[in-house]
């Protein structure tokens, strides 16, 4: 890596393997490839497959031309003056960006002499916070390695403090439900005995999956009872059941029949299915209040700048200058049990995101243009007519069905968006947004604490409340609202200062159309089920589970949001909604309620289904990433240039939320089916490992390291979606437990008439879709009735579709002369409903009214409480950290694109470096047209940047040629 030194001479550090030419004074480029010297143990297995396959020209079409180039630098380095070839793009610096900037690595040694950062990493070894260090993307001063397979939920941190929380809540909730699915054993062996439901017929080919239809309470014990008082439109309504009612075949008789489950739970099956709820309940609440401080000690393994910087909302528009802040901060504020304050860097983000969109856009038209020139022809943005000729053409059919547009036209979008830049350059933007980070962490807690101020001072402007410190009042009459701002990374710089109601506007559109798509979903699940094949509906769910999302992901890029977990949370309730409803709830509706405990291809057994399918399909998608896969070793090495190349090897893009939602919708699923269903403990259990180590390995291998997601989303999860998972888990339990035996039939004490005496053959009977009733003459039923038998009745045991709605489902609540209950049975119910209610008043309190009372707290008061320790590091002292540096992510783009300048601070503060490159190369400032510069040469329309390295800390490095 080469350096400008203070003096201007060029410094050279060799960690950069290679053969390096100087262009023109300070730009340097890398020639050949071996930027980063990786030993095979250390790749991936995919780039060791892809290493050995390079040599065959079906698999990397550039083989002979890449041997070619090779040879002639070999004969080069000999002296012989030969004539350089086009350079082949390079499938080996494709895996290696893919291996050192797409997937998350670590620092495995130190090469360069720099006792800061040796301090740092020897210090959180002694603090015992972190055993890896966190290496930026793309780094190259020091040896890195991929973190291996095996790597704890603190480590997993490293990816952003919401990943290593959601494998936490993983391990969590599978030691949880297989400690319910223990106490549930003697539960599993009554419903599987004789005793609960006679002979279960084992199908030898699938007898994992009758055992656990055994272990459930579907009920095979079952018999046709005289009902002279049925009707068929008793079954009428929706769903709709065809084999509970039949009528004799004699012509001269009209002889009815219903089908009754003579199964019976006991007291002592309630009372365990009780202890395990409370179990299940407590537990839950204990990983909650847990989480909390696991939360606390990730926070505390890894310093970033969000630990010693604060926030400055809707400062005032004119309140450009750095400089302006850092002496409002360092001269207003001092504190006795602290030392001076040094403002270590100050970012000012300007309102200019019309401008961004347009240079973005325009970038994405120039690189399109790029990756389909010609193979050897040099691409030369500001020679467009040049690269026009020396463009490849488009095929007919792919500006049919692709909208492929042509060099031509690709050439009149940049000129004209390039008129409309001009524009945009001249016009004067106000701040949005201030990022003040300051040398020590105890600055920025106490300057939090200082400016402190409620809500409603903030909206009336009371400035009044700092009349005892008038200095903290900015220009003395501002009054500022200031937060602790997220990670740099999470921060939607773009979006920073986008209006309220837009955004409001944007997340109804979003909200709708996920609706949609849950009703066009619940449609196709229905249309499979109603052709009862084993197995497909479940598979048919599971895939839905998957590409459905892919719709939400398109749809929430037009929300914006100023930070990233902003918009992974209203992510992971539309996800939610989705998963819950597609995977659960639309089972439970579109199933014949006389179904439940039927054996056979209905509700259990889709429910088993479910679960074998996620334990199957998850880690297929998850280690194969056949869209990663495909691309890297199908696309990447067909592309006729390297900047083409390597936007195949980016990474798989994940979506935190994606992530989240697949852990609560099993948890959900077992929670809402787990009372008539107790074995799906142990297939939760086995599902969440599986997610545990099949998402783990597709972190460190396969997805891309993105922005650095905090606890937003765990902190949803525990606050809202945990919560509502139990309260269902007891509300469902209510209802299925006063709902037993799930058959509507209630015993008369009238005997049956002489006609009922005898054996009969009925037909089963009932009304299709249209309203007609249709008697099923191929299928028929033998019945004998017996001389003193009981007559039955029909008898709505549905308490969940009562009208009005009845909660809790007391046995008060059953009709008048149409009881099925039992004693046992009622009294579990007493002791359900209440403890529904009790959970309901518990989740209502945690849910809404405390954090209602926190809003009108915060409304009236300015509390500022921190769980942390304060760190002894200082800002500067703290290894690979990043600084609030504007940037924008795009997917043509394989590193952020920079909103700012960077001349006024300290490269490693950035965050990732591009050792071919350069900064430069991803800059936006440097896309401004030339002639609108002002005197000084430098614009007034991007966000600025400053960094003042404290006077008793050198400085980190010499700053690397951009």
């Known amino acids: 890596r080469v350096y400008k030194s203070s003096d201007g001479k060029m410094t050279t550090n060799f960690s950069v393997r290679g053969i390096v030419s100087f262009v023109g ?137 919401g990943v290593g929380l959601y494998f936490q809540n993983l391990r969590a909730f599978a030691i949880i439900c297989f400690v319910a699915g223990l106490v549930s054993i003697p539960n ?31 009920c095979t014990r079952t018999e046709w009872r005289a009902c002279p008082t049925c009707d068929v439109t008793d079954w009428g309504d929706f769903p709709r059941p065809q084999d509970r009612f039949g009528v004799s075949d004699r012509e001269d008789e009209d002889l009815k029949f219903l089908k009754q489950n003579d199964c019976k739970v006991r007291f002592r099956e309630g009372l365990i299915m009780w202890v395990t709820m409370i179990f299940v309940a407590v537990a839950v609440l204990y990983n909650c209040y847990r989480q909390k401080a696991v939360e606390t000690e990730y926070d505390e393994a890894e310093q ?175 009054l500022l609202s200031v937060v602790k701002p997220p990670e740099p990374s999470n921060i939607r710089w773009r979006d920073l200062d986008e209006e309220r109601m837009k955004k409001l506007r944007q997340q109804a559109y979003t909200y709708l159309a996920t609706f949609i798509a849950i009703g066009v979903a619940a449609v196709i699940v229905y249309i499979c089920n109603a052709y009862e094949i084993p197995f497909l509906g479940p598979y048919v769910i599971t895939i839905m589970n998957q590409l459905v999302p892919t719709l939400i992901n398109y749809l929430m890029e037009f929300e914006d949001h100023t930070t990233e977990c902003s918009f992974e949370a209203s992510h992971y309730v539309k996800l939610s909604l989705f998963r819950w409803v597609n995977t659960v709830i639309v089972l439970t509706l579109i199933t014949p309620f006389t179904h439940t405990l039927q054996k056979g291809p209905y509700l259990l057994s889709t429910v088993c289904g479910l679960y074998f399918s996620e334990v199957t399909l998850i880690p297929v998608l998850n280690y194969f990433d056949f869209s990663g896969t495909l691309r890297r070793h199908l696309f990447g090495p067909r592309a006729s240039n390297q900047r083409q190349m390597n936007l195949h090897f980016q990474g798989t893009k994940v979506y935190l939320a994606d992530v989240y939602t697949g852990m609560s919708k099993v948890v959900f699923l077992c929670f809402w089916y787990a009372t008539i269903f107790p074995a799906v403990y142990f297939l939760t259990t086995i599902t969440l490992m599986v997610h545990y180590v099949s998402y783990k390995f597709a972190f460190m291998r396969s997805y891309r390291t993105g ?79 017996s001389e003193g038998d009981k007559t039955v009745e029909f008898c709505d045991q549905d308490m969940n579709g009562y009208i009005p709605k009845v909660f809790p489902t007391f046995p008060k609540y059953q009709k008048d002369g149409k009881e099925w209950m039992h004693d046992d049975q009622e009294w579990i119910s007493i002791a359900l409903g209440w403890s529904a209610i009790v959970v309901l008043a518990c989740v209502i309190y945690h849910m809404v009214v405390h954090r209602l009372y926190k809003v009108a707290k915060s409304y009236f008061t300015a509390p500022y409480k921190t769980r942390s320790k304060v760190s002894r590091q200082s800002f500067s002292e703290v290894a690979e950290i990043s600084a609030y540096i504007p940037m924008k992510r795009d997917e043509a783009s394989i590193y952020p694109l920079l909103m700012c300048d960077i001349s006024d601070i300290d490269h490693e503060l950035i965050g990732w470096e591009d050792v071919r490159l350069g900064y430069n190369e991803h800059n936006l400032t440097k896309d401004i047209i030339p002639d609108e510069q002002d005197s000084t040469g430098k614009m007034n329309c991007f966000s600025i940047v400053k960094h003042w390295s404290p006077p008793n800390i050198k400085r980190r490095s010499s700053d690397p040629v951009s």
């Open 25 to 161: 004074d300070d730009r340097v480029r890398v020639v050949n490839d071996a930027i980063y010297d990786d030993a095979l143990n250390d790749m991936t297995y995919g780039r060791r497959i892809g290493r050995y396959l390079r040599r065959f020209n079906w698999y990397y079409p550039h083989a002979k031309d890449q041997a070619e180039y090779e040879s002639v630098l070999a004969r080069e380095k000999t002296g012989e003056s030969v004539e350089r070839p086009p350079k082949p793009p390079c499938l080996d610096l494709a895996w290696a960006q893919f291996e050192h900037v797409a997937l998350c690595r670590y620092i495995s040694s130190y090469k360069r002499d720099c006792e800061q950062r040796r301090y740092s990493s020897e210090k959180s070894n002694e603090d015992g916070k972190n055993n890896r260090e966190r290496a930026e993307p793309g780094e190259s001063d020091y040896e890195t390695k991929l973190y291996p397979l095996f790597s704890s939920e603190k480590e997993m941190a490293d990816w952003g403090i």
């Open 188 to 218: 599993m062996n009554y419903y599987s005995s004789s005793e609960y439901s006679g002979s279960f017929h084992v199908d030898n080919e699938n007898i994992l999956f009758h055992w656990l239809m055994k272990t459930s309470l579907v």
């Open 304 to 478: 970033t700048a969000s630990d010693y910087s604060i926030q400055v909302e809707h400062p005032p528009r004119d309140s450009r200058e750095p400089e302006e802040w850092k002496r409002f901060f360092e001269n207003n504020f001092t504190f006795e049990d602290h030392e001076n304050i040094h403002v270590t860097c100050v970012t000012v983000v300007l309102h200019n995101q019309h401008l961004v969109d347009k240079l973005v856009s325009r970038r994405r038209l120039l690189l399109h243009m790029e990756i389909n020139i010609k193979h050897g022809k040099i691409f030369k943005k500001d020679d467009l007519e040049a690269v026009v000729a020396d463009s490849l053409p488009v095929a007919r059919w792919r500006k049919l069905i692709c909208r492929a547009k042509d060099a031509q036209t690709i050439k009149g979008e940049i000129e004209t968006l390039s008129e409309e830049i001009k524009e945009l350059q001249k016009e004067t933007y106000g701040v949005a947004q201030v990022f003040v980070t300051f040398e020590h962490e105890k600055s920025q807690r106490k300057i939090l604490e200082a400016l402190a101020v409620s809500r409603s001072a903030i909206i009336s402007k009371n400035t009044a409340v700092h009349s005892k410190n008038p200095g903290y009042l900015f220009r003395s009459k501002h």
């Open 707 to 785: 922005t650095k997601i905090g606890s937003k989303l765990a902190f949803m999860s525990r606050v809202f979606i945990f919560p509502t998972a139990v309260l269902f888990l007891f509300v469902q339990a209510s209802y299925n437990w006063s709902s037993f035996p799930f058959d509507n039939t209630c015993e008369t004490s009238t005997n049956a008439t002489e006609a009922y005496i005898g054996e009969h053959s009925i037909n089963l009977t009932y009304i299709d879709k249209e309203g007609v009733v249709f008697i099923s003459d191929g299928i028929k039923e033998s019945v004998n009735i």
